[in-house]
């Protein structure tokens, strides 16, 4: 299956400092997502991206489809307690109909 | 109410049962899907269903099986489970080309 690069895959941060992550992959893929996961819940989506170049923001939350359409970032600004959890990039060939999902970046806000 | 729920939340049992868990959803969406999450590997696909009729393949089916009985529930079955197969378990609909929407997850352990 395809494989989907996500780093860093933990983050230890004071609370107020800004985060960016990003997701790689060999293939090209027409559409990006990502989720965030809190303990015991499932996968919640944050933002979706379906065009290269685009540039999308969720309140503290910016995410973009890298212009190569194989990378994708995001990026949160001032963080806060409540932004601890599993962050998870996905995305899905222009030639198929399955999503892949990254492996998850792990962030732990202190306060 | 939650729109993908799954059933049970937690299951415990022995190796070489038959094991079976269930997801429903009342969000209309013709998609279903199913996940396995694992430490360090994200989200890897069992098994998908774009329609009552329709079943197809992942990226790890080999020792599952489902069943789509109707627009809303779709099931995944383990026939004879074994200690590798011990993870979480993910409910996901979706819309055509659309982003999925996850269930609360199933914990299960094989002993």
């Known amino acids: 299956g395809q494989q989907l690069n996500q780093s860093p895959q933990s983050m230890f941060i004071q609370e107020g400092e800004d985060v960016s992550m990003n997701c790689t992959s060999s293939s090209i893929f027409n559409t990006w997502l990502w989720y965030k996961q809190d303990p015991g819940e499932g996968p919640v989506l944050l933002i979706a991206?379906?065009?290269?170049?685009e540039l999308t923001s969720n309140g503290r939350l910016t995410a973009q489809f890298g212009i190569t359409r194989k990378d994708s970032f995001l990026n949160i600004s001032a963080s806060i307690p409540s932004d601890v959890g599993i962050y998870f990039c996905?995305?899905?060939?222009?030639?198929?109909?399955?999503?892949?999902f990254g492996t998850g970046t792990s962030l732990t806000v202190i306060p | 109410d939650a729109d993908v729920t799954q059933t049970p939340r937690n299951r415990i049992t022995k190796t070489g049962k038959r094991i079976m868990l269930e997801c429903s959803q009342t969000?209309?969406?013709?998609?279903m899907y199913w996940y396995r999450q694992d430490p360090g590997l994200g989200l890897r696909l069992i098994y998908y269903s774009f329609d009552v009729k329709d079943i197809n393949k992942g990226e790890i089916s080999d020792g599952y099986s489902v069943s789509r009985q109707a627009q809303a529930k779709f099931s995944l079955s383990l026939e004879s489970a074994i200690p590798n197969q011990t993870a979480l378990y993910f409910c996901?609909?979706?819309?055509?080309?659309?982003?999925?929407?996850f269930g609360d997850g199933t914990r299960l352990s094989i002993l």
């Open positions: 996901a609909t979706s819309a055509p080309a659309q982003p999925q929407h």
């Open positions: 991206l379906y065009k290269a170049g």
């Open positions: 996905a995305g899905q060939l222009s030639t198929g109909n399955q999503f892949y």
């Open positions: 969000k209309g969406h013709d998609r």
